[in-house]
């Protein structure tokens, strides 16, 4: 059998550019997009531009609200979902007949970059060996729905917004405190602060309808005000990249304030509080309504709830 255009095919279109088609369809709009794969939206739209070079055709319709694909990338979208679905199907086959421990982790990216390295190495120290430990970093919605479809294993999150979560079990880690940080150069004071003292400076946030941005929405919209107040409101998709822009005196952040963490401590950052504002934001471990752990789930969770020196449930152990 002839398989070389398959072959051909394959090698000059990476999956990932399928995917963001895909993405871009499902939310509408590029920033969704961008939100949904964990990318800026620029890459979003390089991608597409790409896909309509190879092609030779528009795929999705710009000038509508939200955005929509084109006939012709109506056409390809069927068949990217095809391709996609293999994919994956091939990849739980081959997975399916491995010996190894395997384990699907899903997180948001806060919980990733500020929790995750500490639990890797441990992890990495533990009895169990020849591991395939993936980790996966989404927001919350996609979190729950991607726990309940049965493409992760176990999952973290921060709490940012209303969901729904009858669909698996629940189970309180410790809270995440949000905070606004500055560099002592902005001559902000420590401590609590006014709305007035923030809001003439620019707020770097990681994406609009991020995490911390709907946190923060919420919690101005409680006080009576709203992200607006904020004159300057600068979008930053690394967010390590956006703690440097705070460092070097070019606004003010809004993060987790484990994250900003090593820079407050060293004085390159200082933590505000906003009076008036809850800061706290809840976070938890998920796991599937049925879920069977296995050894290397047992060492993960102990691994876990150890990092934030808490006892593994008993239903759990």
């Given at each position: 059998?002839?398989?070389?255009?398959?072959?051909?095919?394959?090698?000059?279109?990476?999956?990932?550019?399928?995917?963001?088609?895909?993405?871009?369809?499902?939310?509408?709009?590029?920033?969704?997009?961008?939100?949904?794969?964990?990318?800026?939206?620029?890459?979003?739209?390089?991608?597409?531009?790409?896909?309509?070079?190879?092609?030779?055709?528009?795929?999705?319709?710009?000038?509508?609200?939200?955005?929509?694909?084109?006939?012709?990338?109506?056409?390809?979208?069927?068949?990217?979902?095809?391709?996609?679905?293999?994919?994956?199907?091939?990849?739980?086959?081959?997975?399916?007949?491995?010996?190894?421990?395997?384990?699907?982790?899903?997180?948001?990216?806060?919980?990733?970059?500020?929790?995750?390295?500490?639990?890797?190495?441990?992890?990495?120290?533990?009895?169990?060996?020849?591991?395939?430990?993936?980790?996966?970093?989404?927001?919350?919605?996609?979190?729950?729905?991607g726990l309940a479809a049965g493409r992760y294993d176990l999952a973290a999150m921060e709490h940012c917004c209303d969901l729904n979560?009858?669909?698996?079990?629940?189970?309180?880690?410790?809270?995440?405190?949000?905070?606004?940080?500055?560099?002592?150069?902005?001559?902000?004071?420590?401590?609590?602060?006014?709305?007035?003292?923030?809001?003439?400076?620019?707020?770097?946030?990681?994406?609009?309808?991020?995490?911390?941005?709907?946190?923060?929405?919420?919690?101005?919209?409680?006080?009576?005000?709203?992200?607006?107040?904020f004159g300057n409101v600068t979008y930053y998709d690394d967010l390590r990249g956006l703690v440097q822009q705070v460092c070097e005196g070019l606004?003010?952040?809004?993060?987790?304030?484990?994250?900003?963490?090593?820079?407050?401590?060293?004085?390159?950052?200082?933590?505000?509080?906003?009076?008036?504002?809850?800061?706290?934001?809840?976070?938890?471990?998920?796991?599937?309504?049925?879920?069977?752990?296995?050894?290397?789930?047992?060492?993960?969770?102990?691994?876990?709830?150890?990092?934030?020196?808490?006892?593994?449930?008993?239903?759990?152990?």
């Amino acid at each position: 059998m002839d398989t070389g255009p398959v072959i051909l095919y394959f090698r000059r279109m990476e999956l990932v550019l399928l995917e963001t088609l895909v993405a871009v369809s499902e939310m509408g709009s590029f920033t969704g997009a961008a939100e949904k794969l964990c990318v800026t939206q620029s890459a979003v739209s390089r991608r597409i531009q790409q896909l309509e070079s190879h092609f030779g055709v528009t795929l999705i319709d710009r000038d509508q609200e939200p955005i929509t694909p084109t006939f012709e990338g109506q056409a390809l979208l069927s068949k990217a979902r095809r391709i996609l679905a293999l994919q994956d199907e091939m990849e739980e086959a081959v997975t399916g007949l491995k010996t190894r421990n395997r384990l699907r982790f899903c997180c948001t990216p806060c919980f990733g970059l500020t929790r995750m390295p500490n639990i890797f190495r441990k992890m990495m120290g533990g009895p169990v060996q020849d591991l395939d430990f993936n980790v996966t970093l989404r927001l919350s919605e996609d979190i729950v729905s991607g726990l309940a479809a049965g493409r992760y294993d176990l999952a973290a999150m921060e709490h940012c917004c209303d969901l729904n979560m009858s669909s698996c079990r629940v189970y309180p880690l410790a809270a995440d405190e949000m905070v606004f940080i500055s560099a002592p150069a902005l001559g902000v004071e420590p401590g609590e602060v006014s709305l007035e003292d923030l809001a003439p400076l620019r707020l770097f946030l990681k994406a609009q309808n991020g995490c911390a941005h709907r946190f923060l929405s919420r919690s101005l919209e409680e006080m009576g005000s709203d992200v607006s107040v904020f004159g300057n409101v600068t979008y930053y998709d690394d967010l390590r990249g956006l703690v440097q822009q705070v460092c070097e005196g070019l606004g003010i952040g809004f993060v987790s304030r484990e994250l900003a963490a090593p820079e407050i401590k060293a004085g390159r950052l200082v933590d505000h509080h906003l009076a008036g504002m809850d800061h706290m934001r809840s976070r938890s471990l998920l796991v599937p309504a049925h879920f069977l752990p296995s050894d290397m789930d047992r060492h993960f969770l102990q691994v876990l709830f150890s990092d934030f020196g808490l006892p593994v449930p008993a239903e759990l152990a």
